[in-house]
């Protein structure tokens, strides 16, 4: 059955008074042959000292941006991105996850910049925001200055856990605005390292369904995944619900800073309005050289890319958890994860980790991060036992020199609580 969503259900009442810019409405027109402008204020491209862009490959490979990708990106350009990216990612989405409806593409400066305009798009004063305990703390730290609450979200090895999650919004107090925007980050999570199952992904979907929620899917770890791909939220959204976040930081390059979100129209359009009216567009310079790259690849030689990437960091994190069975056995737990670059550790005999790892590891020149720091409501969670770890940048050799450093503290704090 063909659901009709009213999305502006959804909108803060800011993102319903939004207008498109008088200026950047002008832009698209601009191309259009024969006509001449004399309404934007683009300064004179001639003035400009840059000429060509060669871009060298770590293969030996060489590629020189297109002189008009290359002259069109050095001046303003749309909200939604260099028109020969935005494509050349309908068509990634497309074959990867084949949206069941019509959707928006547009692209950002990186996907955390696409995520808070999201999220700030749908925030109104009072609202409820359900969110991973523990989740990501980049969006944390964003969402403590929203005019929202943070209600937390139970998670296990599997990621959310979809009875809890339907026993909260069933039992929701009447007297209470119910949330209507559910954040995830479904693969690899950050900090858990934890994936969500194919089965978890359908029982969330069908709540979301059932409770008129909005997903929010943040998903950089997608192409880190070891094994087979677990398919998305976009992949199944029948209704238009999921607001899909990729990146290309974690298979590209972080400093490019190019992230896409991908969903509903209505949605993805307004997001270009938010974008309008804070920072104009994403870099055309670093979108021209990632289509350079991409396009040169094409789909496939992209996807051979992504599973070398994916190989990797399979194979760090096998090391990683070998060096942490050799230190930590009997001081820690751990859950092996499928995908991302991250493990959370639970540290045993001890109640909370924010001072040890903050001074006494730093001391023994060993840096994780407390767990206190990803959780929505660190005073009513109280001390957390556990740490993030990440093995993405570190030699074998620091594996086991970091492991074995933690694991002496570790001792340490154990042998004087006794």
């Not at 409405?25 to 683009?42: D, E």
């Not at 070891?226 to 029948?238: E, N, Q, R, T």
């Not at 069975?325 to 001081?331: C, D, F, M, N, R």
Request: charged residues 20%; glycine residues 8%; proline residues 6%.
């Amino acid at each position: 059955m063909t659901v009709n969503i009213d999305y502006q259900h959804f909108l803060s009442e800011s993102s319903k008074a939004r207008k498109p810019s008088a200026i950047r409405r002008l832009i698209p027109l601009t191309k259009i042959p024969g006509m001449i402008s004399l309404g934007a204020g683009a300064p004179n491209p001639d003035l400009f000292p840059f000429e060509g862009i060669s871009i060298s490959l770590k293969g030996g490979e060489s590629l020189d941006v297109d002189s008009k990708v290359l002259s069109d990106s050095l001046t303003y350009g749309p909200s939604d991105g260099i028109p020969q990216l935005n494509q050349w990612l309908r068509e990634l989405q497309i074959l990867q996850h084949e949206p069941p409806r019509e959707f928006g593409l547009t692209i950002g400066t990186g996907s955390q910049d696409l995520v808070t305009k999201g999220l700030q798009m749908l925030i109104s004063p009072g609202d409820n925001v359900l969110f991973e305990s523990p989740g990501y703390v980049g969006v944390i730290a964003f969402l403590r200055h929203q005019p929202c609450n943070l209600v937390d979200v139970e998670l296990d090895s599997h990621g959310i856990i979809p009875s809890k999650l339907r026993e909260q919004l069933d039992s929701w107090p009447a007297d209470k605005r119910k949330p209507k925007v559910l954040y995830t980050v479904p693969v690899g999570g950050n900090p858990t390292g934890v994936s969500q199952t194919l089965e978890r992904k359908k029982e969330i979907y069908r709540i979301a369904q059932d409770h008129n929620l909005l997903i929010l899917e943040d998903d950089p770890y997608f192409y880190l995944q070891y094994g087979d791909k677990i398919p998305s939220y976009l992949s199944m959204d029948v209704d238009g619900r999921v607001l899909r976040f990729d990146s290309f930081s974690k298979i590209l390059s972080s400093g490019l800073r190019v992230g896409w979100a991908t969903g509903p129209p209505d949605l993805i359009n307004v997001m270009n309005l938010v974008t309008q009216t804070s920072n104009l567009q994403p870099s055309s310079v670093a979108q021209a050289i990632t289509y350079t790259l991409v396009q040169s690849w094409g789909h496939d030689r992209f996807y051979e890319h992504t599973r070398k990437v994916a190989s990797f960091y399979k194979d760090k994190c096998q090391q990683f958890c070998e060096y942490a069975a050799k230190h930590l056995t009997g001081l820690a737990e751990w859950v092996e994860p499928d995908a991302g670059m991250f493990i959370w550790f639970y540290l045993k005999g001890i109640e909370d980790s924010f001072d040890l790892i903050l001074t006494k590891a730093v001391e023994k020149k060993v840096l994780l991060v407390p767990g206190i720091e990803f959780y929505c409501h660190p005073k009513e969670n109280g001390p957390s036992q556990f740490v993030r770890a990440s093995f993405s940048n570190v030699s074998e050799a620091e594996m086991d020199q970091g492991l074995e450093r933690l694991a002496s503290l570790l001792r340490d704090q154990q042998a004087r609580a006794v």
